[in-house]
């Protein structure tokens, strides 16, 4: 279990490993200690880690069944690599200092927010394009569906993940 013996991390990375049980078995249907593979992006971000699609296809690489890919993922395998991404503290949210900025450069009149339509523009048209399931998600929590459009800071403050 603990890599650490004696070196004080074994409570904390046997709390981590219980967290990660926890998510995975939220998920395991069948109680095999196996999740269809489509789930870890969900069990991942479930467990405040938020790593982009290529990030989540090299995790899925680590844990994938070598032999024969099964679509199905073993709790045994995705234990350890999880384990290793919580301590190294891969894939943690952006700050929201970070997030503000971003926002405030997307806001060309500076008015405090972003239009449905402008965002629609940026999530699709630039970077790492969304799915249209993404766009819908992130629509339905971000726009205030009165004004139909982000108030960003608002939005960023829902965001954001107390590190207690």
């Not at 870890?40 to 938020?50: D, K, T, Y």
């Not at 943690?92 to 405030?104: G, M, S, T």
Request: net charge negative.
């Amino acid at each position: 279990m603990a890599e650490k013996e004696g070196s004080g991390e074994d409570g904390t990375v046997a709390e981590i490993e219980r967290k990660i049980t926890e998510a995975f078995e939220v998920f395991d249907h069948d109680c095999s200690k196996t999740v269809d593979i489509r789930e870890i992006g969900s069990i991942v971000r479930s467990l405040g880690c938020f790593p982009t699609e290529a990030e989540l296809h090299e995790l899925l690489a680590q844990v994938e069944e070598e032999e024969e890919p099964t679509g199905y993922i073993h709790l045994e395998k995705f234990l350890p690599v999880m384990t290793k991404v919580l301590l190294n503290r891969s894939y943690w949210p952006i700050p929201e200092d970070v997030l503000l900025h971003a926002f405030e450069a997307l806001d060309e009149n500076k008015c405090g927010y972003i239009t449905k339509e402008e965002l629609i523009k940026y999530m699709s048209e630039e970077g790492e394009p969304f799915t249209q399931e993404e766009m819908e998600d992130m629509l339905s929590s971000a726009l205030d569906p009165e004004t139909n459009t982000v108030c960003y800071r608002d939005y960023i403050s829902r965001l954001i993940i107390d590190e207690a």
